[in-house]
């Protein structure tokens, strides 16, 4: 390779490692970012025969290199995969490595050209999907897929996958990313809170308002969020407004449609969550507080609403008192004019996992998610970290912990209505800076509604009009 090539790999690794390469694909969307061939070579890659036990052809004896998010599923589920995976290529050496800033400790190895088999893209400081797959710098996943599961008998893999799962990973037609964990987002309480108080969860805007009067009576902050990371309210806003105006509100968000952050349905919704904001229904100061700060002074009783996710009760486990028995519910009906009833919730497949397309031993990386995707594999993620996984049935006679059980049955109550959105999943920056930037201004009171609708639709025209980000399509 001749020196000038040399020279600007070093400087590009250098600058990925600084995080100067801080574009809309977090450093991988420009065209040399991701090293000098991007022509999908397969040479130096590791190959072995496919059979019948081994449908992928993985090399038995080739090394994994494997790199899991640290965060609030910790890593020992991970190794509990990677123990199966051992079992079935005893030769193959496995390489283990758990991090916290993904984007920080692996940019500069897929500006090298030499990225790990497999990664748990996920957390704070995540790499860009939408930009990953622009450059190419994903693995197709069908193969895996269309490989026979592991441990249930006569189905392909993507037979054995709750609906909605190969289609949260999908770009224009592509599976690219397995989202392996099914999060339900909605609003959490504590039952035993609630039951020791006598209250009971309302079910319409008229009557979470009465309720939170209450609970501010009895010396409690009806409310509590993630100040840092003010985004985790986007969501109730945008569910609210879905439920109001029906799912084209998330379409038309999804593919930057003009006015979508300023329709009629997310007017309402956004009028309505001012109301907590006026009459300080917010726990104070919680602006300031981080998403662990703000978690544990719900847990602690502080605050009796908190949106999340349904990772919240393993991330929380360290400190929620005995018998705390969080629980979650959708966000309440606007009124009687809503197009989808009450226990409409939003569920969908999250905690992405990614095989670089330059990963050296890419059948090994699909060859683990096939082990993860296992019965076997998704029973013990689920045991381990209180968490439902994307295998159909997984769950099914596991003793599960109270706020797992009532994510189930919302999932169970909600049926068909459930909703999702992705433009969080396409365009990350649109959610992770500028939504977030306008619902921290709005939470902490510093914009009115229309204010906070017209800074999000800002974001949402200014990615639209970037020619550098790749637009996607939702047509379901």
């Known amino acids: 390779m001749a020196q000038s090539d040399l020279n600007r790999r070093t400087v590009l690794r250098r600058a990925a490692a600084a995080g100067v390469l801080a574009g809309p694909a977090a450093g991988l969307l420009s065209s040399c970012a991701l090293g000098d061939d991007t022509s999908g070579d397969t040479s130096g890659k590791y190959e072995g025969t496919k059979t019948d036990k081994n449908p992928l052809g993985v090399k038995e004896d080739a090394p994994l290199d494997v790199v899991i998010f640290n965060g609030g599923f910790g890593e020992d589920y991970a190794k509990a995969h990677q123990a199966m995976y051992k079992e079935t290529y005893p030769k193959a050496e496995v390489k283990h490595s758990a991090v916290v800033e993904i984007n920080k400790e692996l940019q500069p190895r897929f500006v090298d050209g030499t990225p790990p088999d497999f990664v748990n893209n996920s957390g704070a400081g995540q790499i860009d999907l939408g930009g990953l797959v622009a450059q190419g710098a994903l693995a197709d996943l069908t193969p895996l897929l269309d490989a026979p599961s592991l441990d249930v008998p006569g189905k392909k893999v993507r037979e054995t996958l709750l609906p909605g799962t190969v289609e949260s990973g999908s770009f224009d037609g592509k599976t690219y990313v397995l989202n392996y964990a099914y999060t339900v987002y909605g609003i959490w309480y504590s039952d035993k809170l609630f039951k020791a108080k006598g209250w009971e969860y309302a079910k319409t805007w008229d009557e979470h308002i009465a309720l939170c009067?209450?609970?501010?009576?009895?010396?409690?902050?009806?409310?509590?969020?993630?100040?840092?990371?003010?985004?985790?309210?986007?969501?109730?806003?945008?569910?609210?407004?879905?439920?109001?105006?029906?799912?084209?509100?998330?379409?038309?968000?999804?593919?930057?449609?003009?006015?979508?952050?300023?329709?009629?349905?997310?007017?309402?919704?956004?009028?309505?969550?001012?109301?907590?904001?006026?009459?300080?229904?917010?726990?104070?100061?919680?602006?300031?507080?981080?998403?662990?700060?703000?978690?544990?002074?719900?847990?602690?009783?502080?605050?009796?609403?908190?949106?999340?996710?349904?990772?919240?009760?393993?991330?929380?486990?360290?400190?929620?008192?005995?018998?705390?028995?969080?629980?979650?519910?959708?966000?309440?009906?606007?009124?009687?004019?809503?197009?989808l009833p009450f226990a409409a919730i939003r569920g969908t497949a999250g905690e992405p996992f990614i095989v670089p397309a330059k990963a050296k031993n890419e059948r090994g990386g699909m060859e683990l998610m096939r082990h993860m995707l296992s019965m076997k594999g998704a029973k013990d993620f689920t045991g381990k970290v209180s968490s439902l996984s994307v295998v159909a049935g997984a769950a099914e006679g596991a003793t599960l912990p109270f706020g797992l059980t009532s994510a189930v049955k919302a999932l169970a109550d909600s049926g068909s209505n459930g909703f999702n959105w992705v433009y969080n999943v396409y365009y990350r920056k649109l959610e992770r800076e500028l939504v977030d930037a306008a619902c921290g201004e709005f939470f902490s009171g510093r914009t009115t509604p229309a204010e906070f609708l017209a800074a999000c639709q800002k974001g949402a025209d200014l990615i639209a009009a970037d020619t550098s980000f790749k637009k996607y399509k939702r047509s379901a």
Request: hydrophobic content about 40%; charged content about 20%.
């Open 213 to 339: 009067k209450k609970i501010k009576a009895a010396g409690i902050a009806p409310w509590t969020y993630q100040g840092k990371h003010p985004r985790y309210m986007s969501w109730p806003v945008i569910s609210t407004a879905i439920k109001f105006g029906g799912p084209q509100v998330a379409m038309a968000i999804d593919n930057l449609e003009p006015n979508a952050w300023t329709s009629d349905a997310m007017k309402a919704a956004a009028e309505a969550w001012y109301q907590i904001v006026k009459d300080k229904y917010i726990l104070e100061g919680s602006p300031g507080l981080d998403h662990k700060q703000s978690q544990t002074e719900w847990c602690k009783g502080n605050a009796a609403f908190i949106s999340c996710g349904s990772w919240l009760e393993s991330e929380q486990k360290a400190v929620t008192p005995e018998g705390f028995n969080m629980a979650v519910a959708p966000t309440p009906s606007l009124g009687s004019g809503d197009k």
